[in-house]
């Protein structure tokens, strides 16, 4: 699917990159203070939805902004392509990680991002010994947030961007939290990559599978 090649070779290069992206949740919070959002673990505050629409208008090189499906979720691509530059390079799918592509992220991912100095950002009911177990990832350390309302950490961790090593990758799994810090983090640190995986690794860190993991999704000529 569109610019999984890219991504992934801009990690085996060490080029600095960031993902941001903006799904159904995303979109839902963008529109309606009050939602809830990232299978319920989320309230969108007014202050949470100000920050997604920072980030689904920022630009910046290689900052790459997933958008929703077309053909699944029509509603959403057209209130996300409201706020998106038509003329903006760095567009991809919101899903660009799973459907269609998550085997291949699970096999080449881990292999990219080898050697290099890995933090994971997460709720702390992420298990990241069996993550490492399964995919052979090493995660060098893990920045532990609430399993529900993460947006609540911000004020705590908006400052971390101080701590991490150049050509560093960070690996957000944080609701629509993680958005907010890819944007925010890669405008301040564009040496380091910042990447929203979401719950890719849900059945390795949290024992979880969702659709995109059991192969039932629908076939969709957008995205799966």
């Not at 292999?111 to 993550?131: C, E, P, R, T, V």
Request: positive net charge; proline residues 5%; hydrophobic residues 35%.
């Amino acid at each position: 699917m569109d610019k999984i090649d890219t991504i992934l070779d801009n990690l085996r290069n060490g080029t600095p990159q960031a993902l941001a992206r903006f799904n159904d949740g995303e979109m839902r919070g963008i529109v309606k203070v009050g939602d809830k959002v990232a299978r319920g673990c989320q309230k969108v505050t007014q202050q949470l939805q100000d920050k997604l629409k920072e980030a689904i208008r920022y630009e910046q090189e290689n900052y790459w902004k997933g958008l929703p499906c077309s053909v699944c979720w029509p509603r959403w691509k057209k209130h996300a392509d409201f706020y998106v530059n038509p003329k903006y390079e760095f567009i991809t799918s919101a899903v660009v990680n799973t459907n269609r592509n998550l085997q291949k992220v699970y096999d080449e991912f881990p292999d990219a991002i080898s050697h290099k100095f890995i933090y994971w950002i997460s709720g702390g009911d992420q298990n990241l010994d069996n993550l490492e177990k399964e995919t052979g990832m090493r995660i060098a350390q893990k920045v532990s947030l609430p399993k529900r309302n993460a947006w609540g950490d911000y004020p705590r961790i908006k400052d971390h961007y101080t701590i991490f090593k150049p050509g560093s990758i960070v690996i957000l799994s944080c609701g629509p939290l993680a958005e907010v810090l890819a944007k925010e983090w890669f405008q301040r640190r564009p040496d380091v990559t910042f990447l929203d995986m979401g719950s890719t690794f849900d059945p390795f860190t949290r024992g979880v599978k969702h659709g995109c993991h059991t192969g039932k999704l629908k076939p969709c000529r957008g995205c799966n």
